[in-house]
């Protein structure tokens, strides 16, 4: 092996006796190294968002969820089977990511790699993640409006799914569902990044789509417009209940995305080579 083909690493299982890398294990290395990269350039975009991008792909991407719960719904209320109806809420995550809008929690992974990488700053990341909250909620709390006025029949299955999140104890099994909410939608994120094929995708997100609303995870945004539907129907749900349950799902469904899965992707990296700076051109072509 030629002098510059040799690659150092800490990693002594992957080291010959002069200390280069094995060629297999060289190319496991390139490619981490390029999903990195891809990763970091998506973030960063994400976090030099202007403000009216910021809004409109938030507000799209609670109404594309509440595109999800319809077909939950619809599902659920002819077939009474949570597991058939959590296929067909993918519909929603589909609809997310070829419309390529943005979910509050798909922020736990992406836009954390770029300030890893010096792309952006934390005022960037709580801007997203605060404007992306707010206005997922507001889109899916005026798609659940339309819904409700378009299918009344849907009232008791909307009344009856609400009351599984809203009337849980904070107690141990609450918190479990929590985390795992905020880990299924990150490691959907991962596995969306992780691949360049859009049939892939679209698997992964019938799958996670599957796990989320079929197993009633607790996911601050989808369950939230869910809960928004059965406020609508004016059964006996209301915003403090709502807020009863909000309030810890959010920092837990972070904790779950932000400690379980991008914790260990940054332990990863962080054998990588340093990123470049942040890149102004980012900024540039996103100022409105």
Same mark, same amino acid.
């Given at each position: 092996?030629?002098?510059? =083909?040799? &690659? ?7 080291? =010959?006796?002069? *200390? ?12 981490? =190294? ?8 998506? /973030?960063?975009?994400?976090?030099? %968002? ?9 507000? $799209? ?21 949570? #597991? !058939?109806?959590?296929?067909? $809420? ?17 922020? $736990?992974? #992406? ?16 801007? #997203? ?9 507001? *889109? ?40 795992? *909410? /905020? ?38 945004? !989808? =369950?939230?417009? #869910?809960?928004? /539907? ?27 995305? !932000?400690?379980?899965?991008?914790? !260990? ?20 072509? &996103? %100022?409105?």
């Amino acid at each position: 092996m030629r002098e510059k =083909d040799l &690659r150092r690493t800490d990693d002594r299982v992957a080291q =010959d006796a002069d *200390g280069a890398v094995d060629p297999t294990a060289a190319r496991a290395e390139a490619e981490v =190294d390029e999903s990195f990269t891809a990763t970091v350039e998506k /973030g960063a975009e994400k976090l030099h %968002r202007g403000w009216r991008a910021l809004v409109t792909t938030g507000i $799209f991407g609670g109404l594309e969820i509440g595109l999800g719960i319809l077909a939950y719904l619809a599902v659920l209320h002819e077939t009474g089977n949570h #597991l !058939l109806a959590g296929l067909a $809420f993918g519909i929603g995550l589909v609809a997310l990511y070829l419309a390529h809008s943005e979910l509050f929690t798909e922020g $736990f992974l #992406l836009p954390v790699m770029a300030i890893f990488a010096g792309r952006g700053t934390w005022w960037q990341l709580l801007r #997203l993640w605060g404007v992306t909250l707010l206005t997922n909620l507001v *889109g899916g709390w005026v798609f659940m409006w339309l819904v409700v006025q378009a299918f009344p029949e849907f009232h008791e299955v909307l009344e009856e799914s609400a009351r599984h999140f809203v009337d849980a104890p904070l107690d141990g099994r609450a918190v479990a569902l929590s985390l795992l *909410g /905020g880990i299924v939608i990150t490691v959907l994120t991962r596995m969306q990044q992780g691949t360049e094929s859009d049939g892939v995708k679209v698997v992964a997100a019938f799958a996670a789509g599957f796990l989320l609303a079929g197993l009633s995870l607790f996911h601050s945004v !989808l =369950d939230s417009i #869910l809960i928004f /539907g059965a406020i609508h129907a004016e059964g006996s749900v209301t915003f403090a209940e709502w807020l009863g349950w909000f309030w810890y799902v959010v920092p837990l469904n972070m904790i779950g995305g !932000l400690v379980f899965v991008t914790a !260990l992707r940054l332990v990863r990296a962080s054998e990588l080579p340093e990123a470049p700076g942040p890149d102004n051109r980012v900024v540039e072509s &996103r %100022r409105d």
